[in-house]
């Protein structure tokens, strides 16, 4: 079993900042009353500081601060939570965490884009740079090589920022028992080619899988996950068919019940989905 500090060490990236370990309350009540159906409940940086909920059968918690590059400074406050105030009851592991993904390529809204990758070694072949006057290396290429070493390296990020958290949390979970939702959403910056979006969400399958992380699924809506990736329910979508799927979009819990039948994004199974409740968003386990 590789331990947080190997899995650190893998990853050989730059200390993440120092987490903030802020104070919350509970709510006054909790989401889940005695004899109704088990909920789940999903936070992440725009809970930071504010009354988080409890009573929730589990607990899911964003990596990042709204955009693949950006971190939640509140994680380990909320793994924490996740994970002693969860009241565990085996329809989904107490913690779980959720990936902010992107795919902008080397410039967006024609600015360079700064953690683009200039090289690489990939399966699909090596990312390159473009080449300047006098040869000297510019931009990486806008290619499937380097978005999915894009992919790569931003889930070897996360996997360092969330390996600090979850010592700081002491969660009680192994960091590769915990499961990892990819969340793919029109909000964030993604290159107008599926294909490209495709391979740098592979690119963060690889990295996922090779820090020995094993429960991986997909996050999103149906029309918006199509846009991005161009559909993946078929054995073309590589490493992403066949992946579970958290849905969002159900107005009420009665809808999120429902939506347990609707589509998958990919191939796999609806294991979870999203509606709202006060404050935070509830999570049904189909």
């Known amino acids: 079993m590789v331990g947080l500090a190997v899995l650190a060490a893998l990853v ?50 964003g ?22 105030d969860s009241t565990d009851d085996g329809l989904e592991p107490a913690v779980s965490v959720y990936l902010n993904t992107g795919d902008p390529g080397s410039t967006y809204l024609g600015e360079t ?44 990020a996360d996997l360092a920022w969330l390996s600090q958290a979850a010592a700081q949390a002491r969660i009680s979970e192994s960091i590769r028992s915990v499961p990892v939702w990819l969340d793919v959403e029109t909000s964030n910056t993604w290159q107008a080619s599926t294909e490209l979006n495709l391979v740098d969400l592979q690119g963060m399958v690889a990295a996922l899988q090779t820090a020995g992380m094993t429960q991986l699924g997909v996050y999103g809506i149906g029309a918006e996950w199509l846009e991005i990736t161009g559909g993946t329910q078929d054995v073309a979508g590589g490493s992403i068919f066949a992946l579970p799927s958290w849905l969002l979009g159900s107005g009420s819990l009665a809808q999120a019940e429902s939506s347990c039948q609707s589509e998958p994004l990919s191939g796999g199974e609806v294991e979870i989905t999203q509606f709202p409740l006060p404050n935070v968003d509830g999570d049904y386990a189909c």
């Open 63 to 84: 990596v990042n601060g709204g955009r693949a590059s950006t971190f939640n400074p509140c994680l380990a406050t909320e793994l924490a939570w996740a994970d002693h």
């Open 12 to 61: 050989a990236l730059p200390a993440a900042p120092v987490l903030a370990a802020a104070k919350v309350k509970a709510l006054p009540s909790p989401i889940y009353q005695p004899g109704s159906v088990p909920i789940g409940a999903d936070v992440s940086y725009p809970q930071c500081g504010h009354r988080l909920p409890f009573g929730q059968a589990f607990g899911i918690v």
């Open 113 to 156: 884009v700064p953690d683009w990758p200039t090289s690489g070694l990939t399966p699909i072949g090596p990312c390159l740079a473009t080449e300047l006057l006098g040869h000297w290396p510019g931009l990486g290429q806008t290619s499937p090589a380097c978005a999915y070493q894009y992919g790569y390296q931003r889930a070897q």
